[in-house]
């Protein structure tokens, strides 16, 4: 469900993430959410769009949620490549701004564009498939720390949205019966076969769905 929209925005620099950085389970995670907001056993793994950690935005979104339900809300690292920077907003614009056909400057400069979007494209792209082993252990070894009354929730947007939609159909552990995720929440998911993979996420283990997507995307 990707779209131009997509990498087109502002950078909500006007705040500033209240959480901390850390190595969890070997992968920087941002912990988010000052120290008295974590009154809940519970714990949300937040699985970002493509600017992971880049993008303050994901940040101050996931202080939010940890502020709103007490719970431990963690975003690790696990985009490919490390994420895109957010100044591939500016680039961006300029792809999709359209010009007249008989601007040569203006397609130029459009070509550029696509080039250069290219270069953050392709380390997404080609390391997808090998981050999700990552991404599943990682929500694995969350999932066994969490204290008897734990639960887990995961919330995945963009690129996250598959990655959470796969967690949705794993045991909590390899060849286990019990679920892995108990909620799962996802915002204009990328990347899905639709509608098998949402229906595979719910059906499989029973897992609470919701989903979050614009009726006039591009598919």
Not at 78 to 92: H, Q, T
Not at 174 to 185: F, I, K, M, T
Request: glycine share 10%; hydrophobic share 40%.
């Amino acid at each position: 469900m990707a779209c131009p929209d997509c990498f087109r925005g502002f950078v909500h620099d006007y705040a500033e993430p209240t959480g901390t950085e850390i190595i969890l389970h070997g992968i920087r995670t941002y912990s988010a959410g000052r120290r008295e907001h974590h009154t809940s056993s519970s714990a949300i793994i937040f699985l970002t769009d493509v600017f992971g950690l880049n993008l303050v935005n994901n940040m101050l979104l996931a202080d939010y949620f940890a502020a709103e339900t007490g719970c431990t809300v963690l975003i690790p690292d696990l985009v490919p490549g490390g994420g895109i920077r957010p100044s591939c907003f500016e680039i961006m614009d300029t792809f999709v701004t359209p010009v007249k056909w008989w601007d040569i400057y203006g397609h130029v400069v459009r070509f550029i564009s696509a080039i250069r979007m290219l270069g953050f494209f392709i380390p997404i792209a080609l390391g997808t498939k090998a981050a999700y082993p990552r991404v599943l252990s990682y929500t694995r070894a969350v999932r066994a720390n969490l204290p008897a009354d734990g639960k887990l929730g995961v919330a995945g947007y963009c690129w996250g949205g598959l990655q959470s939609t796969k967690l949705s159909q794993e045991p909590a552990t390899e060849g286990g019966s019990d679920r892995l995720v108990d909620a799962h929440y996802t915002a204009h998911p990328s990347s899905l076969k639709l509608p098998y993979d949402l229906i595979r996420s719910v059906e499989k283990f029973k897992v609470p769905l919701s989903l979050a997507t614009g009726d006039g995307d591009l598919l």
